[in-house]
């Protein structure tokens, strides 16, 4: 009798384990002490699904989703998530729209509204607690923190604006809504864009970059387009729109949605499937002698690319980088040069003599333009990379310098009819720049600590835009301001010696690009060698499955 207690009571004990292992695992245990608990709580989730339907349907959502089959499908979601998310933290460059009438509304003079604008600027490429989650927590955390700063941020811009909060009625409050507005900006932008470089193949990796880059840069068209049509040129239901955008697409679908675990087949996994094929394709002699010799050759080639994989750098190595520092400074020139033109456009149109609201249509062209400068220069790098006719990445960026260069010259001589092709320009090789150096910065330093690495190299950009925007040009607009105005200035003098400067401190960067493009040209090679070698395992794999 004692032998067929045990006995029931083992069978009772297996048939509950097997119970627990059955089900998708939903309530993890809290420690290994306490299992009956556990047990019993598995059974009241499972056994009767009238209790928790809903909670049920989630957890068998959630581990269908993860599912292996469903890896292609989760990295394609992943890059449409990206891409909203990507659209609803541009709003910073929409700032041109709406600084006229946050100049009138708090009677700010030009510098203090092109600090407003630097802040923003500085926030994005500054964003370095965020980077620290998405590395760390990662890209969930990242998006979740993210759109609840976005949120706050513009919520309590929109209080302001509205005479709800009269100690926010400065510059200087403003200036801090607007740095936390681009410091979350700059963590989803963070959590977007490293999800998809993990997730796509470093082949295509200019060509992802440029489609996250071109919503980053077409959001601007999207916010000019709201504001000025949408809502009439009325500060606070825009920034309540912005607040609620945030929340819903950044904390909401960038949460549920960003996936950094959908990357391709590592070379490991597809030599396991290889040797998987040949074993079965033992039945013939000729074919299993045929698949013996692919499957060798594959292992060659994955070994051969694993040799030339490029060393993740951390971010102090990066600093010690001569690399580093040549692209610091040209995007320090480069785009500092383009913030200054955007952030300033209002005054522009006005200083030519224009009126206030034709800059909102000459921000959605620029947006228009950035958008396709991203794609054009991302695929391009991609496709036509050869570098054995020297033709890397950092030839195209060498080019967007050049038309920078062009641009910011033209801008000092050009009539108010005029600006509209140069803003065309403007935003090609402005978004090219900015498709660009972000794909460099993950093949020269790697894609592990890329969050970081990139908001250290993004920090050029805010500074450029402080030096440039908020202190040069601030400082030779308000030099020219004719009394009895005290604010506004007219004329061309306004921004005419801001461009020449300009103009001139681009062509310095073109150097630059000239020494990294002989720095980095083994760079290339190596990631030519890399493609070529891919483009042949692809096609024995392709074989094998025939």
């Known amino acids: 009798m004692k032998n067929l207690r045990e006995m029931d009571h083992q069978e009772e004990e297996e048939s509950r384990s097997l119970l627990l292992n059955s089900g998708d695992a939903a309530v993890s245990p809290k420690s290994s002490t306490d299992k009956s608990f556990h047990v019993k709580e598995e059974v009241s989730i499972y056994g009767d699904k009238k209790k928790n339907p809903i909670l049920l349907q989630i957890i068998k959502f959630k581990n269908f989703y993860q599912s292996e089959s469903l890896r292609r499908v989760r990295r394609w979601v992943a890059l449409v998530i990206g891409a909203l998310v990507m659209i609803a933290c541009g709003t910073q460059y929409s700032f041109s729209s709406i600084s006229p009438s946050l100049k009138k509304r708090f009677d700010l003079t030009q510098t203090q509204v092109n600090t407003i604008g630097t802040a923003a600027n500085l926030g994005t490429n500054f964003s370095f607690l965020f980077s620290l989650i998405n590395d760390f927590l990662g890209c969930r955390a990242c998006s979740f923190v993210s759109g609840l700063c976005l949120f706050t941020a513009y919520f309590l811009m929109s209080l302001a604006v509205s005479g709800a ?70 500060l606070q239901p825009y920034m309540i729109f912005c607040a609620i955008l945030g929340a819903v697409v950044v904390m909401g679908l960038g949460t549920i949605f960003l996936d950094s675990h959908s990357s391709a087949d590592s070379p490991k996994k597809e030599s396991k499937e290889s040797s998987i094929n040949t074993s079965e394709a033992s039945s013939e002699n000729v074919i299993e002698q045929q698949m013996t010799e692919e499957s060798v050759e594959i292992e060659k080639i994955n070994m051969k690319m694993k040799e030339l994989e490029m060393p993740n750098l951390n971010s102090l190595k990066m600093l010690i980088s001569l690399d580093f520092y040549l692209v610091f400074l040209i995007i320090f020139i480069v785009i500092g040069a383009g913030i200054t033109v955007i952030n300033n456009l209002g005054g522009v149109v006005l200083a030519y003599g224009g009126y206030n609201g034709q800059q909102n249509i000459m921000v959605i062209i620029f947006s228009l333009s950035n958008c396709s400068g991203r794609l ?61 150096t972000p794909a460099f910065n ?105």
């Open 376 to 436: 054009i220069f991302g695929f391009l790098s991609d496709k036509f990379l050869n570098p054995k006719r020297n033709i890397t990445r950092i030839t195209f960026l060498a080019i967007c310098t050049l038309m920078m260069t062009i641009v910011q010259f033209l801008f000092a001589v050009m009539p108010l009819g005029g600006i509209y092709v140069l803003v065309i320009l403007l935003g090609i090789c402005y978004g090219g720049t900015f498709a660009l």
């Open 442 to 546: 993950s093949e020269r330093f790697g894609s592990k600590y890329f969050g970081m690495n990139s908001t250290i190299q993004s920090m050029a950009a805010s500074l450029g835009s402080y030096a440039f925007s908020t202190g040069m040009a601030g400082a030779i607009y308000q030099a020219n301001v004719v009394p009895p105005r005290t604010l506004t200035c007219h004329g061309r003098d306004c921004y005419e010696g801001t461009f020449f400067i300009l103009s001139f401190l681009c062509c310095i960067a073109l150097v630059f690009c000239m020494i990294l493009q002989y720095r980095t040209k083994w760079l290339y090679s190596t990631m030519y060698r890399r493609k070529l070698l891919a483009h042949r395992l692809e096609t024995l794999e392709k074989q094998q499955k025939v």
């Open 165 to 234: 909060l009269p100690w926010a009625e400065n510059y200087i409050a403003l200036s801090v809504f607007m740095f936390l507005m681009g410091n979350a900006c700059g963590g989803g932008y963070t959590a977007a864009i490293v999800t998809n470089i993990k997730n796509f193949p470093e082949r295509n990796r200019g060509l992802v970059v440029g489609v996250m880059a071109s919503c980053f840069g077409i959001s601007s068209a999207i916010y000019s387009f709201s504001y000025s049509y949408i809502f009439q040129l009325e």
